[in-house]
């Protein structure tokens, strides 16, 4: 693992190297799963960014994030359009082991939290109103908590879907959920699962299949990527009642994901994929989103992400449709490029390894210190900003947009239940969470032990 100083020894290394070489291998495929924020690939294959640089890419959807993340370890896939989590998990040995790191971040926001019809209409007696009628956005939980005490009371468990144990929705809706008084449970060695303790028992289903599981009943609600909820809405199987823009605005979603010895062996290969990455988020972004209209006509095409152009644009034209005629403009719901959303700040990392620490994941207490080694081994702001360089040094882009001068941490920043979060103290943050492991706390045989 490198800690930051070593990140920044190897970075004196690649650029050096970039700039007096082409590419070392020009032949590349990259995984994805079927979502609005796989939209960086797909423009960059679409508008001849890869090809600008060299690179002959070829995008392959996968079957799940399990499927993804081994086709990268095994070096079927060279890359991949990655969940936030799976590179720092992988890395320090949760799951599967092996160090991967990500030089580019795909995208802010994007993930909403969808509850099938009849749970809706159980909870909706407890949203307050506005004058039109309509319910007050953001919805707590704590509106669904009767509703869980209700079907514990028929004996009926309440399940609810996110992606993957180690997914940005696993996280977002346990903090949800944690925010309005109910438990979504602890890992533990013992029980892969994180149902210990859980008043809501959360399971793994992919993306694209999340609305027809939850019409099928086998899920009461779900959380999960673009466009699978505008589709539970559109269908009328379902109502979103937040997005994750409302639970943490301008929260850190994907990741494009590389071996560690890929980004080594291949260092100005490494450095084209981001330049062109870079490219197509600006393009997504550019002119307040006026290429939008644009990108959902490529991404509803059947090779990546298939659905209905209604659908995807839903979410990606600066609205959401939390239910059927409820509309509301949410502009930065799909964020591809400005407030540095492509740069792989150590904050963003570090968030992640705190909500795995919360919930057991990481099952005993570390130091400060070790979540940013942890950081800095996995997000490369280093060859990031190699690779904005080039491109101002190209004219291609300008100074302006990235952030020189970062010490790769944001600001502080309040969710939504009114806690800040700064990665500079993350065990700090930890400990002012009223739901989930504190301090030394670990799970022993199914009980909390300090």
């Known amino acids: 693992m490198k800690t930051p100083l070593a990140a920044l020894a190897l970075a004196t290394t690649l650029i050096g190297d970039a700039h007096a070489h082409d590419v070392e291998i020009g032949a590349l495929t990259f995984g994805f799963i079927k979502l609005t924020d796989m939209a960086p690939l797909a423009i960059a294959a679409e508008l001849g960014y890869f090809r600008d640089e060299g690179l002959s890419v070829t995008l392959e959807a996968q079957a799940n994030w399990r499927v993804l993340i081994d086709g990268v370890i095994s070096g079927t896939l060279q890359g991949a359009h990655m969940l936030a989590g799976q590179p720092l998990a992988a890395t320090i040995g949760y799951g599967t082991e092996a160090h991967l790191v990500t030089p580019f971040s795909m995208d802010l926001n994007g993930n909403g939290i969808t509850v099938s019809n009849a749970v809706w209409q159980q909870m909706r007696p407890h949203i307050p109103s506005m004058p039109d009628g309509r319910p007050v956005h953001p919805i707590s939980a704590s509106a669904l908590a009767p509703v869980v005490q209700d079907f514990r009371d028929s004996g009926i468990r309440f399940d609810m879907g996110m992606v993957f144990p180690v997914s940005t929705h696993n996280y977002e809706l346990r903090y949800w959920l944690a925010a309005g008084g109910l438990h979504p ?51 009328g199987i379902g109502v979103s009642v937040i997005t994750d823009y409302e639970i943490w605005p301008n929260n850190p979603e994907k990741v494009f994901g590389l071996r560690a010895d890929f980004v080594e062996e291949f260092p100005n290969t490494t450095r084209a994929i981001v330049r062109a990455l870079i490219r197509a988020a600006m393009w997504l972004d550019a002119n307040d989103n006026a290429n939008r209209s644009r990108a959902v006509e490529i991404l509803s095409q059947p090779r990546y992400v298939g659905a209905d152009p209604g659908v995807i644009a839903a979410s990606m034209t ?4 939390y239910e059927p005629g409820d509309v509301r403009a949410v502009p930065d719901f799909n964020v591809f490029f400005r407030h540095y959303a492509t740069y792989p700040f150590y904050s963003d990392a570090i968030w ?30 280093d060859i990031y900003m190699d690779a ?63």
């Open 352 to 381: 992640y390894l705190t909500q795995m620490r919360r919930w057991g994941q990481i099952p005993g207490a570390q130091n400060d210190q070790w979540y940013l080694d942890v950081a800095a081994s996995v997000y490369r702001p």
């Open 318 to 321: 600066g609205t959401f449709e």
């Open 185 to 235: 449970g602890f890992y533990s060695p013992d029980d892969p699962g994180g149902h210990i303790g859980a008043d809501v028992f959360l399971t793994v289903t992919p993306p694209p299949q999340m609305p027809a599981t939850l019409e099928a009943g086998s899920i009461h609600g779900y959380c999960v990527g673009e466009p699978w909820n505008q589709q539970a809405v559109q269908r």
């Open 388 to 450: 904005a360089q080039s491109l101002i040094d190209d004219g291609i882009a300008s100074a302006g947009d990235f952030p020189f001068g970062s010490d790769g941490f944001r600001p502080p920043v309040m969710l939504m239940d009114g806690i800040p979060y700064d990665g500079r103290v993350p065990n700090g943050y930890i400990d002012s969470l009223p739901i989930g492991l504190t301090g030394t706390q670990t799970i022993i045989d199914g009980t909390v032990v300090e």
